[in-house]
T-cell receptor, first 115, second 119 residues
Framework: SQTIHQWPATLVQPVGSPLSLECTVEGTSNPNLYWYRQAAGRGLQLLFY??????ISSEVPQNLSASRPQDRQFILSSKKLLLSDSGFYLC??????????????FGQGTRLTVV | AQKITQTQPGMFVQEKEAVTLDCTYDTSDQSYGLFWYKQPSSGEMIFLIY??????QNATEGRYSLNFQKARKSANLVISASQLGDSAMYFC????????????????FGTGTRLQVTL
């Protein structure tokens, strides 16, 4: 069965420090991968999505970057965190199956607090 | 322009009553998918129901049904016989892009509706 691992679950980082959040998927190949950010009590903002190794689409200009070094690994990074980067970060995956149901499966999320 | 619009930031419903959560969408794709997710206070995202743009029948999953009106571009979620455990945030989402066209499978969410079920 397919599983998605996202870590760490919580993170407190000082302003100006680097960030690396990792997400890996098991049990599937060539998934679509997504990074979302959710501010407290708000909706999910799509940050990046990827349809293959090295293929990253960015949705909004920001202080973050994403990479996909392997088929089932998706990394969210920042060189210098800002206070506004605080939030709940969710990784998700889905696969295409033509017209069939292809819901996205989510990781448990990382709650990032920048202090 | 917003791709997914959820106009109800918060809703209250009494236990055992039905409730409708609104969702409208905007896309020029012919093939797309619509989803509803539930997010309890724990933060996990729970998939509830899916409607494909080519599906002629409204999707149903247990107490959840999706009122799909393609011409109006709406995909409202109906929860029947509400339970206290239904209290959560509910998100409508849309997948655009198809394997046939080779475009990316972009999955966009609305801002959510917080549902509170009362006794």
């Amino acid at each position: 069965s397919q599983t998605i691992h996202q870590w760490p679950a919580t993170l407190v980082q000082p302003v100006g420090s680097p960030l690396s959040l990792e997400c890996t998927v098991e049990g599937t190949s060539n998934p679509n991968l997504y990074w979302y950010r959710q501010a407290a009590g708000r909706g999910l903002q799509l940050l990046f999505y990827s349809v293959g190794i090295g293929q990253i689409s960015s949705e909004v200009p920001q202080n973050l970057s994403a990479s996909r070094p392997q088929d089932r690994q998706f990394i969210l990074s920042s060189k210098k965190l800002l206070l506004s980067d605080s939030g709940f970060y969710l990784c998700a995956w889905s696969v295409f199956a033509g017209r069939e149901n292809t819901e996205a499966f989510f990781g448990q999320g990382t709650r990032l607090t920048v202090v | 322009a917003q791709k997914i619009t959820q106009t109800q930031p918060g809703m209250f419903v009494q236990e055992k009553e039905a409730v409708t959560l609104d969702c409208t969408y905007d896309t020029s794709d012919q093939s797309y998918g619509l989803f509803w997710y539930k997010q309890p206070s724990s933060g996990e995202m729970i998939f509830l129901i899916y409607q494909g743009s080519y599906d002629e029948q409204n999707a149903t999953e247990g107490r959840y049904s999706l009122n799909f009106q393609k011409a109006r571009k709406s995909a409202n979620l109906v929860i029947s016989a509400s339970q206290l455990g239904d209290s959560a945030m509910y998100f409508c989402a849309m997948r655009e892009g198809t394997a046939e066209t080779g475009t990316a499978s972009k999955l966009t969410f609305g801002t959510g509706t917080r549902l509170q079920v009362t006794l």
